[in-house]
């Protein structure tokens, strides 16, 4: 299962990298004397790129669960909800909009970073199904009780901005009601296998934070997570370098 969707993640990444290439194949032009359009385009890609890896990659980090869901309906719901974002980047791309694209950047970066940081105070607690391993109260988990679900869906935004259609709407909406049913299976879990679950439970939010900064603020606060950031950054920013160096040399 975890490699499954690992894979699955992974093929969705490089289907769109190919795409992306045979793009700029077409107009090579564009990539001779890139301006401001074009490189804020490319880093939003890049910042779709790493929030699909991301993905990829969550499943595979993770410790054996002390309690699971067994029926079929909470499984399957994040099943799904695990293997449709990716499904986003094989829809068609909407013609290249600079405030759009704009958007896109802030929140692909900003859902890779704060899931960044949302995986250093979580661990290998993660799950896919829902499991329940260990309680986190502590870092966004003291914010919402939710904070991965809530950046796995600023990161979908992202792309639905670079799509612009019905169906990418609709897939985000599909992906929200799936997300929110996932925790709330999840949450069965835990309140059965955590006797402390209840109390934290009633202390913190949902899925949406009462104080938004709070989030923002973890990074200045939390070494670790300041680390981890600023090597999501900084991996974007080199991507793009990359890119541009390499890209045009490549189309001759």
């Keep these: 299962m975890r490699l499954s969707a ?9 289907h769109d990298v190919l795409a992306f290439y045979h793009e700029a194949e077409l107009h090579p032009a564009a ?7 074009v490189i804020v385009s490319t880093l939003a890609r890049i910042a779709q790129w790493m929030f699909v890896a991301l993905l990829g990659l ?36 909407a013609a290249s909009n600079l405030a759009c694209n704009l958007i896109a950047v802030v929140l692909g970066l900003a859902a890779s970073v704060l899931a960044v940081m949302t995986l250093s105070f979580l ?13 986190v109260t502590s870092g966004p988990y003291g914010i919402v009780r939710h904070p991965l ?17 019905v169906a990418g709407v609709a897939l985000l909406v599909l992906i929200a009601v799936l997300q929110v ?44 997570a300041r680390r981890r950031s600023g090597l ?18 490549l189309m001759g």
């Design 58 to 93: 969550l499943p595979l980090i993770r410790h054996r669960p002390i309690a699971r869901s067994e029926t079929w309906l909470p499984r399957l719901s994040a099943l799904l909800a695990v293997l449709l974002p990716p499904l986003a980047m094989l829809l068609p791309r």
């Design 31 to 37: 990539w001779a004397h890139a301006d401001a359009g």
């Design 181 to 224: 049913a996932r925790a709330r299976f999840e949450e069965g879990v835990l309140a059965r296998a955590i006797p402390d679950y209840a109390a934290y439970r009633a202390r913190v939010p949902f899925l949406l934070p009462r104080d938004p900064s709070r989030l923002f603020a973890l990074l200045h606060d939390d070494p670790a």
């Design 232 to 249: 999501v950054m900084s991996s974007a920013l080199g991507l793009l370098a990359v890119v541009m160096v390499v890209l045009p040399r």
């Design 149 to 165: 679900y809530l950046f796995e869906l600023l990161g979908v935004i992202g792309i639905v901005l670079q799509l612009r259609s």
């Design 6 to 14: 690992a894979l699955y993640s992974f093929a969705a990444l490089g």
């Design 123 to 135: 661990g290998r607690s993660f799950s896919v199904m829902p499991e329940a391993r260990r309680l």
